[in-house]
């Protein structure tokens, strides 16, 4: 028997499928021209099984998607006390491109922020790894949350980097600070080939559905996370991720999500479910506009709200 699922994300997508609010992120040349039409979802079980609706197969950029993955990734290869002293675990209640620092530590609020996220970067493959060594490192471990091999979209990232004036003033000014200690421009460049890493909502909901089952890929069967780092990932996604929209979502949703500039968004259901969105127009908090309404909807319809 055919299950009931796919009709029924059929009938999400078809409900909000004609809201046109918002807009495609203007300051990455790709994403300016990406079509606003596109519209996708997928969940995925903790074992596996993919149930999507739309244009499931399109692929996107990551982008601040990747936070939470880079972040564990960063956990696991240094240790929790070492990425703690770098990067705290605060929500700032700012957008995530705030030139924004703590006053009493100096170290940025958080790893979902751009200023946390440069500062992981450029941890990984410890101090003077090349641009190329860290692109490899993130690329092959989003990879392992993906359950197949992603690749970074060259031409995004040149786009991003013609433009990445806000980025290069976050990374001087955690430079200014010792906060980052490699070659602020290096460290912009691999984070923007971090953003540039292409996805479709059905890597997405693996990737999802990976932290949802305590750091186990449940295509491959392959632990990316011990429980603890992926315990620190979700906590962090959880207060941190929808940025200084987190407090309406986690009231309002109740799912530990992120969201990227790209369009596409994320949630991790613990012990039950990842799932993942993609629509190009955002709000103003740079959260996909339709994808957050099936989210909401989604939670409501199927009482997702952890709470
Ligand atoms: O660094 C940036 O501005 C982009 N590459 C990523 C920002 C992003 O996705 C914010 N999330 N909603």
Not at 261 to 280: D, E
Request: charged residues 20%; hydrophobic residues 40%; contains cysteine.
């Amino acid at each position: 028997m055919r299950s009931p699922i796919p009709d029924f994300l059929d009938a999400t997508l078809e409900r909000h499928r004609y809201d046109l609010s918002g807009a495609t992120a203007d300051y990455i040349p790709d994403l300016a021209a990406a079509d606003p039409t596109k519209l996708a979802i997928c969940i995925s079980t903790l074992d596996g099984v993919e149930y999507d609706s739309g244009d499931a197969d399109f692929e996107f950029s990551i982008q601040s998607m990747s936070k939470p993955f880079i972040y564990g990734i960063a956990l696991e290869a240094l240790g929790l006390p070492a990425v703690l002293d770098k990067v705290g675990v605060e929500p700032t209640g700012e957008a995530f491109n705030e030139l924004s620092l703590d006053k009493t530590s100096g170290k940025p609020l958080n790893p979902m922020i751009n200023a946390g996220a440069l500062t992981v970067h450029s941890l990984l493959g410890g101090e003077g790894a090349t641009l190329a060594e860290r692109t490899e490192i993130v690329r092959a471990g989003l990879s392992r949350f993906a359950g197949r091999q992603l690749r970074v979209d060259e031409h995004i990232a040149a786009g991003e980097l013609q433009e990445a004036y806000r980025n290069i003033a976050i990374a001087n000014m955690l430079r200014s600070y010792g906060v980052i200690t490699d070659d602020p421009d290096e460290v912009v460049r691999g984070y923007i080939n971090q953003c540039s890493v292409l996805v479709s909502v059905k890597d997405l909901a693996i990737m999802a559905a990976t932290l949802a089952g305590g750091g186990t890929n449940p295509l491959t069967g392959e632990r990316v996370l011990s429980p603890r780092v992926n315990r620190q990932v979700l906590g962090v996604m959880m207060t941190c991720g929808m940025y200084d929209a987190a407090g309406d979502w986690m009231t309002e949703v109740g799912v530990p999500a992120k969201s990227g500039v790209s369009g596409g968004l994320f949630g991790v259901l613990p012990g039950q479910l990842g799932m993942a969105t993609f629509s190009p127009r955002l709000d103003k908090h740079g959260t996909s506009v339709r994808g957050a309404k099936i989210f909401r909807s989604l939670s409501a319809d199927l009482g997702l709200h952890i709470m």
